[in-house]
């Protein structure tokens, strides 16, 4: 079966600072990536999306960027953040030929 | 453009009760439809999915949805609901499959359950 991990579960940070969260996908191999941000009590919206290490492809630009660099592993980063940026990560994946995705658990970001 | 109108932000239901959530789409190609749910500060769990064929397609813990062409509609319902499915529900279209599909969401459903 495989199993979604995000990190941290939860971060409070400050305006300016970097910001780093994680995306690991067990018992897959070469699965769509993909990195979705919900506004507080709102919808979501996809940020990025990546079929193979290496190469991500950004759906919306939000001051972040994503990066690939191992087959299971998916990152979200920024130099400085935003208050804006407060909200609700969540990474999710699908295997290479099915429509459906599958989410994990989420990282909430605070920032203050 | 692909989007998805959940017209209801909240419906409250006794437990017991049968229940329907609505949602719209519109999307101008052959739509992939999706009901997730999210649990207070969780991630999303599939509820269901509709590709193709029987327009009713069965989900998880009851739960059901109807793919109406006619009407762009695609209604999640449930005949007994229970305190337990108290958390918010959203409905997604999707526009391809493969390397590059892109959900759509709608802005969600809250429901309460009320025992």
């Known amino acids: 079966a495989q199993t979604i991990h995000q990190w941290p579960v939860a971060e409070i940070k400050a305006v300016g600072s970097p910001l780093s969260l994680g995306c690991t996908i067990k018992?897959?191999?070469?699965?769509?990536l993909y990195w979705y941000w919900q506004a507080t009590g709102g919808t979501l919206q996809q940020l990025f999306y990546?079929?193979?290490?290496?190469?991500v492809e950004s759906v919306v630009q939000l001051n972040l960027s994503a990066s690939r660099p191992k087959d299971d592993q998916f990152i979200l980063s920024t130099e400085k953040l935003l208050l804006s940026h407060s909200g609700f990560y969540l990474c999710?994946?699908?295997?290479?030929?099915?429509?459906?995705?599958?989410f994990g658990p989420g990282t909430r970001l605070t920032v203050l | 453009a692909q989007s998805v109108t959940q017209p209801d932000a909240r419906v409250t239901v006794s437990e017991g009760a049968s229940l329907q959530l609505r949602c719209k789409y519109s999307?101008?190609?052959?739509?992939?439809l999706f009901w997730y749910v999210q649990y207070p500060r969780q991630g999303l769990q599939l509820l269901l999915k509709y590709y193709s064929g029987d327009p009713v397609v069965q989900g998880v813990n009851g739960f059901e949805a109807e793919f109406i062409k006619s009407n762009s509609s695609f209604h999640l319902r449930k005949a007994s609901v229970h305190w337990s499915d108290s958390a918010v529900y959203f409905c997604?279209?999707?526009?391809?499959?493969?390397?590059?599909?892109?959900?759509?969401f709608g802005k969600g459903t809250k429901l309460s359950v009320k025992s």
């Open positions: 999710a994946w699908s295997p290479d030929i099915s429509y459906e995705q599958y």
């Open positions: 018992g897959k191999s070469s699965p769509n």
């Open positions: 990546s079929i193979t290490v290496g190469q």
């Open positions: 999307y101008s190609g052959t739509p992939y």
């Open positions: 997604a279209v999707s526009n391809s499959g493969g390397s590059n599909a892109k959900l759509t």
